[in-house]
């Protein structure tokens, strides 16, 4: 089993930027049709995806209330992924969990198996 560390959330003003980590515990021959995902949960709300990065070919999705506002990127030299996030609302805040799983359960994130403990992010003035 994958184990997946997030960290970097925090609390920030609308129109604010942070910059959330995950950290894996993989080898990159585990990259090959894998990818890591963020997804997110507010209270009372269903889990939303995100972004996602596919790690061999570094393609990246994003979830429409996202797109053009968060930017999904990996480290080249350790199984890091980062979510830089610009431009928050209110609507940002939630707990943020990345995942690790064969890129097409993107769509089934209920049959992921490795996920991180998440990391709460809230956007408040």
């Known amino acids: 089993q994958v184990k997946l560390v997030e960290s970097g959330g925090g609390s920030v003003q609308p129109g604010g930027s942070l910059t959330l980590s995950c950290t894996a515990s993989?080898?990159?021959?585990?990259?090959?049709?894998?990818?890591i995902g963020w997804f997110r949960q507010g209270a009372g709300q269903e889990r939303e995806r995100v972004a996602l990065?596919?790690?061999?070919?570094?393609?990246?999705t994003y979830g429409d209330s996202v797109k053009d506002r968060f930017t999904i990127s990996k480290d080249n030299t350790k199984p890091t992924v980062y979510l830089r996030m610009d431009n928050l609302t209110l609507d940002d805040t939630a707990m943020y969990y990345c995942?690790?799983?064969?890129?097409?359960?993107?769509?089934?994130?209920?049959?992921?198996?490795?996920w991180g403990q998440g990391t709460q992010v809230t956007v408040s003035s």
């Open positions: 995942a690790f799983f064969v890129c097409f359960k993107w769509y089934t994130p209920e049959h992921i198996r490795d």
């Open positions: 993989i080898s990159t021959y585990m990259y090959d049709k894998n990818c």
């Open positions: 990065l596919d790690l061999r070919a570094g393609h990246t």
